[in-house]
Each structure stands twice: as C-alpha cells, then as structure tokens.
C-alpha cells in the first residue's frame, strides 16, 4: 500500500491521500513527558499533532511525527480526563476532575477561557464541528 501511494502524482494528494498514508504507516510513537498516567489522547485534523491528558493534572502537545512536546497547559487542579482539538486544530479544550473545562490556544498555550458550573468532574469534552460550541 505504501508503495502505491508513494507513486501516487502528487497534484492528487489531498487529503485523502494524508489520510491513506497515516493510516500504512504502522511505525510506533512513544511520547515522554506526563509525570503519572495518561488518560487520554487525539489527533489534530491533520494528524500532525497530539493531545495529550493526564493524571498530573496536565494537558500536552506533541509533535506527532517526532514526538516531540511542544507545549504544556498547566492550570488544571485536578487529573485531566478529556483533551481534544477543534476541527481547525487552533484550540484545545480539556476536562477534569476540578469540575472545569479549559478551552486553550495551541499556538500560544494562552488559556482562553475556562467553562465553570459542573459539580462533578468532567469526563469528556469535545467541539462541535465548526468550533463555536462546546460539549461536556
């Protein structure tokens, strides 16, 4: 399969091209950062970019190529359950157990909004499709 799309002319490459390619590559990543367990873990669009979530309290973003930490949002005060991107891969938002989600910006690491009101812990949280809401 590889091989094929490595042949494949490259004014055909789009998008599905990105995808086929990411999806034969069977190679391994470990990423090395998170002090104690991580939760949880997404894409970018584009497969270019990992967020990570964990039980130190921290969100994190990683080079998905290298592995590579590129930035750390650490305002959380308490394990970070859900961490996922927007559909442009220009924010973050993450959930915890502190019972607030945080919407981030991956270019800067600024938060840029912290969701308050839940009594309990967040499990999940995730954008809608164009970015302009968000679900807990």
Known sequence: AKAI????????????WNYLTRL????????????ERVLTASFNFDGSRIVTGGSDKL??????????????????NGIVFSA??????TR?????????AKIWEVKTGVELLTIKGHTREI??????????????
Not at 94 to 100: A, H, K
């Open 5 to 16: 799309l490595q042949g494949t002319d490259p004014k055909f490459r789009n998008w599905e």
């Open 24 to 35: 034969s590559d069977l190679s391994e990543l470990s990423v090395k950062g998170h002090t």
């Open 59 to 76: 969100a994190k973003v990683w080079d998905a190529k290298t592995g590579d930490e590129l930035l750390s949002f650490k305002k959380h």
């Open 84 to 89: 996922s991107f927007d559909s442009e891969g």
């Open 92 to 100: 973050i938002v993450t959930g915890s157990l502190d019972s607030t």
């Open 123 to 136: 499990l999940t949280a995730s954008f809608n499709k164009d970015g302009s809401k968000v679900l807990t």
